[in-house]
């Protein structure tokens, strides 16, 4: 694959180049198990290659924070492994035969797998902690809206039953008072009657 600067991860490894990172590693990292030691030369010589533009990227291999990438010099059978943290450059291998180059590729490819594992579900733990609050926040958007239909039902239940015992209490008075009517009117529909018959009894003795 031939060398190309537009590719993100040739122009990342060139803008380091470019402003003088250190190509030694961050000395917070910590070192990889079985890593050999990166030499000044090799790193001077592959900052050099990156500035001239004379490497190829030949494999690159991303696990979470961490990256592999394994390059190629374009005159020359010698072949790098570079390793990067958060897209910061970590280490650089030297080799100058292919074998060995993809040989230490494969293995630090699996080995920042290994130790991106714990970032990885870290972040699947977070997103799950994430979406867990949305669903709690939610939850709790969908409780209040439910409180508060529930106490405007119970408010509306109350004003109801307020209006049931108004309603019933002037049925049962307007019961009395119907009750005390229908004696008056009994009471005088009786009065009538027996003035009535009286008046009825006082002309039939008049007129013997």
């Given amino acids: 694959m031939k060398f190309s600067m537009k590719r993100p991860l040739c122009a990342l490894l060139l803008g380091l180049a470019l402003s003088g990172a250190a190509w030694a590693g961050d000395s917070r990292m910590p070192h990889a198990p079985g890593a050999p030691a990166a030499s000044a030369s090799s790193l001077l010589e592959l900052k ?5 533009q004379t490497v190829r990227e030949l494999r690159t291999s991303y696990n979470g924070d961490y990256g592999t990438t394994l390059l190629l010099a374009a005159d020359a059978p010698v072949f790098y492994v570079a390793l990067l943290h958060q897209k910061s450059l970590w280490r650089v291998l030297r080799f100058s035969a292919l074998a060995p180059a993809e040989q230490a590729y494969v293995q630090f490819s699996q080995r920042s797998a290994d130790w991106a ?10 997103a799950q ?3 867990l609050e949305r669903s709690k926040q939610e939850s709790e958007a969908r409780l209040a809206v439910l409180n508060n239909d529930m106490q405007i039902m119970q408010s509306e239940q109350a004003r109801i039953q307020q209006g049931r015992l ?3 209490s002037q049925a049962k008075a307007s019961e009395v008072e119907r009750r005390a009517y229908q004696i008056q ?4 529909k009786r009065n009538i009657r027996q ?4 008046l009825g009894a ?5 007129g013997r």
């Fill in 166 to 168: 108004v309603a019933q």
């Fill in 48 to 52: 050099q290659r990156l500035t001239a």
């Fill in 185 to 188: 009117l009994d009471n005088l």
């Fill in 129 to 131: 902690s994430q979406a």
């Fill in 195 to 198: 003035l009535e018959a009286e």
């Fill in 117 to 126: 594992d714990d970032e990885i579900r870290l972040q699947a733990l977070n």
């Fill in 202 to 206: 006082a002309g039939g003795s008049a």
